[in-house]
């Protein structure tokens, strides 16, 4: 067993009320994992569900959340690459990334050298995300118009480059205009501000009798039939979170309202319509598919690496601040990846 730290989500709700660091142990390392000292992880907008009690795939609280982490390599399982070893690494791992030290698996880690550990975190989960939609699963192609919800942040940010680099034309959609310059920066052809206008019904002006080929959706709820909507034959809608429902001030009935207003999914309407909805959770593609994300990451690292690809460091918080750091990323005015350090 190995002694070390964590930050353990206690119990649902606010951010100020459901953390706490304290001791803890960790198992001895299997054959093919790493124990990784950290420097810095990164939130995600699964670790406010889960916060919030909405992602099921969380362990059982008391727990240790997070996906990824930067950090050294301090030991080897018998099995795994030693030329890792005191390596520093971007790393993901199936939870407890919220920890001093953490173990993962030896294939899920990617030297980084000297990059910052800000700029790194952003290559991880976020990143991964993004490359995994729009260039391996249903890859997007010249020309296509493409509409991104939550633009400016992490996964947005690299939407729109990885879209960009494929001639598409992007639609970036945020909800402040202090968003605007980041993601006209990073390649957007056009932005919505849907806090200002009827979202959809600005799509519909800027395509001019056009239909959308792509919508990446992390919202879901409401905007899923919007985006449907807008599609054109063989378009594209990925799910890839539900941000819509955190908020619901009436347990059950706020989850059921949700529900009700994706409404009533019929396959056999998608197939005469020639429209598709893909629906994306890493954590089951890490699961099922390791060497999918173990490519991901090397890709958007070498990307980044080339100059091909960059990051939007978002807010730094230290580890003591944990609950500012998630009360941002769910506040919806946070832009590029929020990084933690120790």
């Given amino acids: 067993m190995f002694q070390t730290e964590a930050i353990f989500l206690r119990k649902k709700g606010r951010p100020e009320d459901a953390f706490e660091l304290k001791s803890t142990q960790l198992n001895e390392l299997q054959e093919d994992e790493v124990l990784i000292e950290s420097e810095a992880f990164g939130l995600n907008y699964a670790d406010v569900m889960a916060r919030n009690g909405l992602y099921r795939e969380a362990p059982t609280m008391p727990c240790v959340i997070g996906y990824e982490l930067v950090g050294k390599i301090v030991q080897l399982g018998t099995n795994a690459n030693?030329?890792?070893?005191?390596?520093?690494?971007?790393?993901?791992?199936?939870?407890?990334?919220?920890?001093?030290?953490?173990?993962?698996?030896?294939?899920?880690?990617?030297?980084?050298?000297?990059?910052?550990?800000?700029?790194?975190?952003?290559?991880?989960?976020?990143?991964?995300?993004?490359?995994?939609?729009?260039?391996?699963?249903?890859?997007?192609?010249?020309?296509?118009?493409?509409?991104?919800?939550?633009?400016?942040?992490?996964?947005?940010?690299?939407?729109?480059?990885?879209?960009?680099?494929?001639?598409?034309?992007?639609?970036a959609k945020i909800g402040n205009d202090l968003k605007k310059e980041t993601v006209l920066n990073l390649g957007a052809d056009f932005v919505v501000n849907y806090n200002k206008s009827v979202y959809e019904q600005e799509v519909l002006k800027i395509l001019n009798g056009d239909r959308l080929d792509v919508s990446f959706n992390p919202v879901a709820g409401s905007t899923?039939?919007?985006?449907?909507?807008?599609?054109?034959?063989?378009?594209?809608?990925?799910?890839?979170?539900?941000?819509?429902?955190?908020?619901?001030?009436?347990?059950?009935?706020?989850?059921?309202?949700?529900?009700?207003?994706?409404?009533?999914?019929?396959?056999?309407?998608?197939?005469?319509?020639?429209?598709?909805?893909?629906?994306?959770?890493?954590?089951?593609?890490?699961?099922?598919?390791?060497?999918?994300?173990?490519?991901?990451?090397?890709?958007?690292?070498?990307?980044?690496?080339?100059g091909a690809l960059t990051t939007v460091s978002g807010a730094i918080f230290n580890h003591k601040e944990i609950a500012e750091a998630h009360a941002l990323l769910e506040s919806g005015n946070s832009t590029g990846k929020i990084t933690v350090k120790w």
């Fill in 82 to 171: 030693p030329t890792l070893l005191g390596k520093r690494v971007v790393a993901f791992c199936r939870f407890g990334g919220y920890s001093k030290h953490v173990i993962t698996k030896h294939f899920a880690v990617v030297e980084i050298d000297d990059i910052p550990s800000e700029e790194a975190m952003a290559l991880c989960t976020q990143a991964v995300t993004a490359y995994y939609m729009a260039e391996i699963l249903a890859p997007v192609r010249k020309g296509d118009n493409v509409l991104i919800h939550a633009a400016a942040g992490g996964v947005g940010s690299i939407l729109i480059q990885l879209c960009k680099r494929k001639g598409a034309n992007v639609i």
């Fill in 224 to 306: 899923m039939k919007k985006d449907l909507a807008l599609l054109g034959s063989g378009g594209r809608l990925f799910l890839f979170g539900g941000s819509e429902m955190v908020g619901g001030k009436f347990g059950l009935l706020s989850t059921l309202n949700f529900l009700r207003k994706m409404g009533l999914l019929l396959p056999i309407k998608f197939m005469m319509l020639s429209k598709n909805i893909l629906g994306v959770n890493m954590l089951k593609i890490a699961d099922n598919r390791p060497q999918v994300i173990q490519l991901c990451l090397q890709e958007v690292v070498s990307l980044y690496k080339s």
